[in-house]
């Protein structure tokens, strides 16, 4: 089952700056061969279930790890059985429809 | 790794009412013999990181296998590690707090 | 347009604990006259979309007040026009169904 | 007050298919103003609070008025007192540490 996945993770009681942590995940979903886009708001990526699942857990891991004791995470995640569908392809079809 | 979690299935093109998809997604996050409070916008759940996430894989495979083509799923989950910290004492250290 | 919410206000950089916050801002939501019930991922609240949304604002504008640098907030939130329904509804609809 | 929010708006009741609803919303965006970034899980826009709040009033509207008898909308949204931040800021930070 695929899923295409928007991830937000906040850690909590490390200060207000926390890019280093977004570039932390970054990376672990990187090495996880997992397709990802970052955007203002969250990174988006896409992948069997298991893989994506496995990622998410990883960057809870690091974060704690770099020292953050809290963490809340936002995820908004679609699966679909009826069609695969790519995160391009959920733009494109906004983009298409838009220039008709 | 502990983790509290509110879990918002939403099943798309099956029509405006969802609560037979909930029902279906409660009774799996029950046979998974996990923590539960259903509340008015999802489910508050508490378990073991792993336990937790292979039910929602089953509540997306559940919601599927009813018919449902698509799925979109919000989740907010949260993670610590400076203690333990259940659903109950969320709810009650806010309380606590009120009746000072 | 009534609206049923799901709040979640998370105040950045200013420890691990926010539940002082969250005490906050259910006393804003209750002197906004509004329909709250907590629960131990954030406060569902029901009313008119204005009369929402205005309370919201002023959650930000009190925990900032209070010294949160930044504050990262997750909402759900629905609107239907085919009937009215309230939060009680939706839960009972959940449970009646599963009672069957 | 300026906000950064990452607005997903899903009809319920509608078919699988929704990316008409999201291209009327993104166009009530653009003729509010906003400032916005489509996204494969959503649409990131900036502005002040009542403008921006202002506009995800209408996308209501415009849903419920093109037919959709239900809508779920989950929204992360962002303030911040301590200086001001934008969108691109947000993505620069990360990609900068990135690269360092």
Do not use: F
Not at 35 to 61: F, P, S
Not at 76 to 99: N, P, Y
């Amino acid at each position: 089952m695929k899923v295409i996945m928007d991830l937000c993770v906040v850690p909590m009681g490390v200060g207000v700056s926390v890019s280093e942590y977004v570039v932390a995940c970054h990376q672990v979903l990187k090495e996880a061969g997992l397709k990802t886009q970052l955007h203002a708001y969250g990174t988006n990526l896409e992948g069997e279930w298991d893989d994506v699942m496995a990622a998410v857990k990883k960057c809870h891991e690091k974060v704690h790890g770099m020292g953050a004791p809290r963490i809340t995470t936002t995820i908004k995640m679609g699966t679909r059985v009826d069609r695969l569908q790519t995160m391009e392809e959920k733009i494109s079809s906004v983009v298409d429809k838009a220039l008709k």
